[in-house]
């Protein structure tokens, strides 16, 4: 079992930056695979962002490669999603998520932040 709770979210001017946080709970968590997904309203869930908890390089959607950073704290059993240059598009509810390295579900969510890019 593991549990996430996400921090962060938040109303931003567009070309703004905000840093969402996900901490993880739980045993062994190096055998997760942790992702960063988004739902904007009317749209379906986007996997943006996963990275796993045993090390290794970040993967990032094309839609938001270039302004968007996916880290870990191992230490903190947190990871991050640094946002930079925001756009209205982004707008959306942000969700931390967990699955086991050998499968393809993400079955651990967390309870979602919003993200509002508005002037």
């Known amino acids: 079992q593991v549990q996430l709770v996400e921090t962060g979210g938040g109303l931003v001017q567009p070309g703004g930056s905000l840093r969402l946080s996900c901490v993880a709970s739980?045993?062994?968590?190096?055998?997760?695979?942790m992702g960063w997904f988004r739902q904007a309203p009317g749209k379906e869930r986007e996997l943006i962002a996963a990275?796993?908890?045993?090390?290794?390089?970040?993967y990032h959607a094309d839609s938001v490669k270039d302004r968007f950073s996916m880290s870990r704290d191992i230490n903190r059993n947190t990871v991050y999603l640094q946002m930079n240059s925001l756009k209205a598009e982004d707008t959306a509810v942000y969700y931390c998520?967990?699955?086991?390295?050998?499968?393809?579900?993400?079955?651990?969510w967390g309870q979602g932040t919003q993200v509002t890019v508005s002037s």
């Open positions: 998520a967990a699955r086991t390295r050998f499968g393809d579900t993400y079955n651990y």
């Open positions: 739980g045993s062994r968590l190096s055998l997760y695979v």
């Open positions: 990275s796993s908890m045993a090390g290794g390089s970040a």
